[in-house]
């Protein structure tokens, strides 16, 4: 399996990115997505640094 597009990637963390501001999100709601922001960063590094190890 590929990584994902870089662009992709960005689309979606600036979703949940702004989501996180939106008026009336309680804190528990905000970690959910910083979380799932972390995530998604660090499979996005691991899937490159993998694809670097194999060239």
Do not use: P, Q
Not at 4 to 24: C, D, P
Not at 37 to 50: G, R
């Amino acid at each position: 399996m590929g990584c994902v597009e870089v662009s992709v990637f960005i689309e979606r963390v600036g979703l949940l990115a702004k989501l996180t501001e939106r008026v009336g999100v309680d804190e528990h709601d905000k970690d959910i997505a910083l979380a799932w922001i972390n995530e998604m960063v660090n499979e996005l590094v691991e899937c490159e640094v993998n694809s670097f190890k194999d060239k």
